[in-house]
């Protein structure tokens, strides 16, 4: 799994917490602990899955879930909110304000796990497949295999990570730094030049002959993985 999950909890400790748990499942987790903290990702990196607390320094989630639900680059984000509050009204309003589901405090991190899940096979069920495919190119996560026809292609751990990451997001540009952060992370100290070299590979690895390319470089802007059949 590869779906990006947005955790917005000023708590430190169960911050951590559910952060551990999502990325043993496979998620690519950042957190934010505040409501202004959490619009800056929101926009940078357009998480499938926001976890939300009720309760936030400066402006409550509440508020958060309204303002995402009102942009229309970002009101079709799920969310999942959390909170300490148990009462049928509240659990109301955060309903009507724009949440998908509802978790209360203190909550069983299994029954978590399968409310994310259960989320994302209904909005994002290309983030939880076993498998991806784009034109000849298939993408078997389980099986760490990536074919392209009839012909086996052989990558490295990082180029597999790469191809699944531009995959997930085909005809769509991709910047260096989100290349960058999505493969090896927010807190990689990896120079953007480095996702130019493995792309180099992947490419290397993709394409024999005639075939073409299904990696586009856009001048200036990043990269595009082009689902086109070879001609």
Sequence with gaps: ????????????????????NLEAEGFIVSHA???????????????????????LPTFSGVE??????????????????????????????GLSTGADDYVVKPFSLPELMARVKAILRRTAPERLADVLRAGEIELDRAAHRVTRGNREVRLGPTEFRLLEFMMQSPGRVLSREQLL??????????DERTVDVHIGRLRRA??????????????????VFDQRRSA
């Design 1 to 20: 799994m590869s779906a990006r999950v947005l955790i917005v909890e000023d708590e430190a400790a169960l911050a951590e917490l559910l952060r551990y």
């Design 33 to 55: 602990s505040t409501g202004e903290e959490a619009e800056l990702l929101i926009a940078e990196e357009k998480p499938d899955l926001i976890i939300l607390d009720w309760m």
């Design 64 to 93: 958060l879930c309204r303002r995402i639900r009102a942009r229309q680059e970002t009101r079709a984000i799920p969310i999942l909110m959390l909170t300490a509050r148990g009462e049928e009204s509240d659990r109301i309003r």
């Design 181 to 190: 952060n999505g493969v090896w992370g927010r807190d990689a100290y990896i």
């Design 206 to 223: 993709l394409v024999r002959g005639k075939e073409h390319d299904p990696i586009r470089t856009v001048r200036g802007a990043g990269y």
